[in-house]
């Protein structure tokens, strides 16, 4: 976490960039975030069934993005993006992995944070004899912190609910951070904090889905870190891109 004493602990506060993706059933999620962030950043985002692997790679080397989010099915080292999941069969060139990055697009100095199954799962090395980096290896390099679960993630088409609630929440106590609200969390680490606790306190019926998601959610990086403030606000008229995004079953999921 090299960036840590340069920016007095803030992450870098010289962009207003967020990137925000979703398909199929995190599509009212993104929608959800992109609600949520727009107020404060100048959001890109992919919804709907027709975004690649170059579409992602793309606005991620087309930007210096202080906060993204770019939900998807995952595993530890990949994700699969929206036209491959749309296609029901692909194969390895279709998907996002940690090897696609390089320096030209890996967020630098930016938290990420994602609801996909075991995108935060840190595999050993040594044990497996992995010669690929994890998620959290990769973003651990450009001092970039990332918050997401070591276990599945869980979201319902009809509602955002499960780890698309609890993104949601905490995706609200970033803003309040860039902002500087009243009360607002004054690090991210105790957004996190905050934000599992109204996870849980506006939880009506507590299942073990809220519980794993909860338990799971994992922080890497560090967690003293906050968000700069002292950056122009957005003006009235800010412009942000999306594809149409597609109607999808009700059916609760795991991803």
């Not at 920016?7 to 949520?36: M, N, Q, V």
């Not at 679960?149 to 803003?175: I, Q």
């Not at 991210?188 to 794993?212: M, N, S």
């Amino acid at each position: 976490q090299r960036n840590f004493p340069l920016y007095a602990g803030e992450l870098d506060p010289t962009t207003l960039a967020a990137l925000d993706t979703g398909y199929d059933f995190l599509d009212d999620c993104a929608d959800e975030l992109l609600d949520i962030l727009s107020d404060d950043f100048y959001v890109t985002a992919l919804q709907g069934d027709a975004w690649t692997n170059d579409d992602l790679l793309g606005a991620l080397g087309g930007a210096d993005f202080d906060v993204f989010s770019t939900n998807a099915h995952y595993d530890f080292e990949a994700l699969l993006p929206a036209a491959a999941d749309a296609a029901a069969t692909y194969t390895d060139a279709d998907l996002v992995t940690t090897s696609d990055f390089d320096e030209t697009n890996t967020p630098v100095d930016a938290l990420g944070f994602v609801v996909g199954c075991h995108a935060g799962l840190s595999m050993s090395d040594v044990q497996l004899g992995l010669t690929t980096l994890d998620w959290a290896q990769l973003y651990s390099r450009t001092s970039t912190q990332w918050l997401a679960h070591t276990t599945f993630g869980y979201g319902d088409s009809d509602l955002v609910a499960y780890s698309e609630r609890l993104a949601s929440v905490f995706a609200g106590k970033v803003a309040e951070m860039k902002t500087g609200a009243p009360g607002a969390p004054l690090s991210l680490g105790q957004a996190l904090r905050e934000g599992k606790q109204d996870f849980l306190g506006g939880t009506v019926v507590l299942t073990p889905y809220d519980e794993k998601v909860m338990q799971s959610w994992t922080y890497y990086g560090m967690p003293m870190f906050t968000l700069g403030d002292d950056v122009p606000e957005i003006p009235e008229t800010q412009s942000s891109t999306s594809s149409t995004p597609t109607g999808f079953a009700a059916t609760s999921s795991l991803f």
